[in-house]
Nanobody
Framework: QVQFVESGGGLVQPGGSLRLSCSVS????????MGWYRQAPGRERELVAV???????HYENFAEGRFTISRDNDRDTVYLQMDSLKSEDTALYYC?????????????????WGQGTQVTVSS
């Protein structure tokens, strides 16, 4: 059974940085594209970034230039380095394996999610 365990969130001032980690078990991690999602209060969950098994990367527009996704296949872990944080980045952040459709559509593979890690950007 797949399990996602996110960590690294916290309270940070605008302009600050955080590094999120997601430890994955129950799947052949190195074979899967992995992605980060986030969900702000009152909003739907949205994609943040994706890294494929071949280390190709996609960022949503709001993440481009500020966030960096990476993975460590030896540790079955995916990371999200977030810099220049803004108040609108406040959300619960999750990871999931990703299915890529027609090179442009990114869909979470698993319907079960981890508990997420809370990121709050506030002065």
């Amino acid at each position: 059974q797949v399990q996602f365990v996110e960590s690294g969130g916290g309270l940070v001032q605008p302009g600050g940085s955080l590094r999120l980690s997601c430890s994955v078990s129950g799947i052949d991690f190195s074979r899967y594209p992995m992605g980060w999602y986030r969900q702000a209060p009152g909003r739907e969950r949205e994609l943040v970034a994706v890294i494929t098994s071949g280390y190709r990367i996609h960022y949503e527009n709001f993440a481009e230039g500020r966030f960096t996704i990476s993975r460590d296949n030896d540790r079955d872990t995916v990371y999200l380095q977030m810099d220049s944080l803004k108040s609108e980045d406040t959300a619960l952040y999750y990871c999931n394996a990703i299915r890529i459709i027609d090179y442009t559509e990114y869909v979470p593979v698993y319907t079960s999610w981890g508990q997420g890690t809370q990121v709050t950007v506030s002065s």
